[in-house]
Structures are given as C-alpha cells and as structure tokens.
C-alpha cells in the first residue's frame, strides 16, 4: 500500500460553487479524519469515522460541509457554497491503532475559492 | 478545551547546531503527545510520540520527554542538518477522546551549512 492519497491535489472554485473532495486511506485503517488547515497555522480538526460511522464533528464543519463514508473505505467531503474563507488545504488521515492514535496523512487538497 | 502553544518561528541555525523547539499544552486527564514535521513540499509525517508521563520519544536523532509537571514536551536535536530544514508540529490526543489530533501553529526550521 503506498498511503492515504486525496484527490484532487488542488480545486480553484468560485464562490458560490460546490465542491468534493475524496480520500483513500490506507488499507486495513479503520480510522478516518479530516482536518483543515490554512497558511501558517497548524491543522485544524474537522471530522472522526470508525468505519462508516461519523462519530464526532467539530464545530468548525458548518452546515455547508457534509462527509461520509459509505462502506467504510474511501471517505468524501463536500463544500456547498463555497466562500472565500473556506480556501485552505483539507488533510486526510487514517489510524488503526486504538491506543496511540499513530496517524498517517495524504498530501492534502488544497482549495482556492475565487 | 485543549491546545498546544510552540515557539514562533523562523528558527534559523548553522549546521551541527543544537536544536530546541519548545512546546506547552493545556489538556484535561492524560494526553498523549506528539511531533510531527512536513518537509518542503511533503505531508505531514509523525516524527516521534509519548503516550504518559516521563516517557522519552525519539527517532532520527530528535528527542522529547512527556513533563507532566510544566505541561511540556520541548523538541531537542543534538546537531541539526540541512536536511532537518522543515516545519515541525506539536500536536496531543486528548484523553478518552477519539484520538483527534489538536496542533500547534508550527514551527518552521531552516538549517544553513
């Protein structure tokens, strides 16, 4: 397995368009996050799956931005509307250790909304 | 809530310095610690981790320590190469969550020979 991939690497948008994004853990991961994060700041913590069960969202995932993960494989992040503010790179990471969180990142989407 | 706070950057060393990068956090219970860094054009990668206090992690020659007791986890490299130039994160799990990850803001690293 080679890692997490995401795709597209990068989206330049309007504003006012939707968006999707998708990610590809690795293989025998259970774990699935989103983070966002933005220049010069660290990842923020966006969306937790165990399997395809959506199990805590932070409150930054407003009710434009909605994930899933249908069979607990690959995972999609979908922006409605988009607005200049939600220009950032999204990060996805995977786990299967229960105990200490060992995350594995993809190299990210980075969006631009015009 | 919890959070992490690390020294602002740039740090700029010459090469074979010694390196430290401090970092506090503020958590409830028992967090597990992390460091990751993201080189230049790459993802984020973990780079060393401890998991209770007084536990040492170490890997590439960079070392941290758990401190319960000043809530720290300062990132120490006895002498730095060019190619540690990066942007090193610290992040904690909180405890009896679900293992998400909470970041400092990073810190960037450039080592100049």
């Known amino acids: 397995d080679t890692g997490v991939s995401q795709d597209p690497r990068h989206k330049i948008t309007k504003r006012g368009q939707n968006v999707t994004f998708r990610c590809d853990p690795i293989?025998?991961?259970?774990?699935l996050y989103w983070y966002r994060q933005t220049l010069g700041q660290g990842p923020e913590f966006l969306t937790y799956?165990?399997?395809?069960?959506?199990?805590?969202k932070s409150r930054l995932l407003s009710d434009r931005f909605s994930a899933e993960r249908p069979k607990g494989s690959f995972s999609t992040l979908e922006i409605q509307r988009t607005e200049q503010g939600d220009s950032a790179m999204y990060l996805c990471?995977?786990?299967?250790?229960?105990?200490?969180?060992?995350?594995?990142f993809g190299p990210g989407t980075r969006l631009t909304v015009l | 809530g919890d959070s992490v706070t690390q020294m602002e950057g740039p740090v700029t060393l010459s090469e074979e310095a010694f390196l430290t990068i401090n970092c506090t956090y503020t958590?409830?219970?028992?967090?597990?610690l992390f460091w990751y860094v993201q080189y230049p054009g790459e993802g984020l990668q973990l780079l060393l981790k401890?998991?209770?206090?007084?536990d040492k992690g170490s890997n590439k020659g960079f070392e941290a320590t758990y401190r319960k007791e000043t809530t720290s986890f300062h990132l120490e490299k006895g002498s730095v190469q060019v190619s540690d130039s990066a942007v090193y994160f610290c992040?904690?799990?909180?405890?009896?969550?679900?293992?998400?990850?909470?970041f400092g803001a990073g810190t960037r690293l450039a080592v100049h020979p």
């Open positions: 990471a995977s786990s299967d250790r229960d105990v200490y969180n060992e995350q594995f």
């Open positions: 293989s025998e991961h259970n774990r």
């Open positions: 799956f165990q399997n395809e069960a959506q199990l805590e």
């Open positions: 958590a409830t219970g028992y967090p597990s």
């Open positions: 401890a998991t209770k206090a007084d």
């Open positions: 992040a904690l799990s909180p405890w009896g969550g679900y293992n998400k990850l909470i």
